[in-house]
């Protein structure tokens, strides 16, 4: 069992920026994929970004170019940084990891934008 932890959450004005980070209770350099989901009210839970073992990234088109993800294997932590943040970005975000015994996701960290 693999428990992943989010924070970085807030409300922020359109434009601005927030990181998020997600902490693993495992090892994530062995993971063999690390992501960000969201999930606005009322809409389904959706793909951000993802990042592989080998640093292979991967975004959606929504956020391409505003939030860069990474990862610092050492610390055992997932980032996402967002960038000109707009009001439809709203939503809970959630990490989740990809290991080769099983599929983790957090509880969510709640962001909001505000116009």
């Known amino acids: 069992q693999v428990q992943l932890v989010e924070s970085g959450g807030g409300l922020v004005q359109a434009g601005g920026s927030l990181r998020l980070s997600c902490t693993a209770s495992a090892s994530i350099f062995t993971s063999i994929a690390m992501g960000w989901y969201r999930q606005a009210p009322g809409k389904q839970r959706e793909f951000v970004a993802d990042i592989t073992r080998g640093g292979s990234t991967t975004y959606a088109e929504s956020v391409k170019g505003r939030f860069p993800i990474s990862k610092d294997n050492a610390k055992k932590m997932l980032f996402l940084q967002m960038n000109s943040l707009k009001p439809e970005d709203t939503a809970v975000y959630f990490c989740?990891?990809?290991w080769g015994w099983g599929t983790y996701g957090g509880q969510g960290t709640q962001v909001t934008v505000s116009s």
């Open positions: 989740h990891g990809q």
